[in-house]
């Protein structure tokens, strides 16, 4: 335990060369009827983009990727569908999309929340092919406004025991240092569990999202 307290303290050390700069960014929601406020910040990945609103204690995050028809990010103002968010940008939803002559391009909304801590439990949530909407509009004044309402499928994953038991200090070390990074930078360092350790439980639910409202500074 003596360990474990050191390395907490030091990761709080070296945590502020990462110090999280304040921005005009603004997101708002209703998750299930609770309300959620974060400043979310904007990612890129060669031609991919998205944008991430990031809180902790528990670690959130709900993140939003927008795509035109070519597999490239999108900002232009228009009607994107919202699609699968496990699979997005596959040929059968862009040609949905692209054949209707309605949308801009594609959506899809990942929210993951931690229900368990240090990162050993998470609830999440991904858009479904549901023939949802997501509004943007790019005025030109540098900012990127969207709208948003969706019905998520909730999934519930639990950090396999194989993960906890060989990973040891080093995996313990690792997720405080990744919870660290995001409180201090407002990005989502690690905190997706698909891939990462975790086991998809049976449990499913629904969660709701109304009201969705987000300000971006265009990068």
């Known amino acids: 335990m003596k360990t474990v307290s050191f390395l907490v303290s030091l990761l709080f050390v070296t945590a502020s060369s ?3 700069v304040s921005n005009e960014n603004t997101m708002s929601v209703m998750i299930n009827g609770t309300e959620y406020k ?3 910040r904007q990612i890129k990945i060669g031609n991919y983009a998205y944008f991430t609103g990031n809180a ?3 670690d959130k995050m709900l993140r939003i990727w927008l795509g035109d028809f ?3 990010s999108a900002v232009e103002s228009g009607t994107y569908l ?3 968010a496990d699979k997005p940008d596959t040929k059968a939803n862009i040609k949905k999309a692209q054949e209707s002559g309605n949308y801009k391009g594609i959506a899809a909304i990942r929210y993951v929340e931690e229900i368990k801590t240090p990162r050993m439990e998470y609830h999440m ?3 479904q092919n549901n023939d949802e909407t997501l509004e943007v509009k790019n005025n030109g004044d540098g900012f990127v406004e969207i709208t948003f309402n969706s019905k998520l499928e909730g999934t519930y994953w639990k950090e396999k025991a194989t993960a906890t038991a060989f990973g040891g200090l080093g995996r313990l070390r690792d997720k405080v240092e990744n919870k660290i990074i995001t409180q201090a930078t407002g990005f989502d360092s690690n905190i997706d569990p698909e891939g990462n350790g975790y086991k998809k439980q049976e449990k499913k639910d629904e969660i709701v999202l109304t009201n969705g409202k987000m300000r971006m500074k265009n990068n």
């Open 18 to 20: 990462f110090a999280q």
């Open 38 to 40: 974060t400043q979310p």
């Open 125 to 127: 949530g991904e858009s």
């Open 56 to 58: 902790t204690k528990p």
């Open 70 to 72: 070519y597999g490239r």
């Open 82 to 84: 919202i699609v699968n």
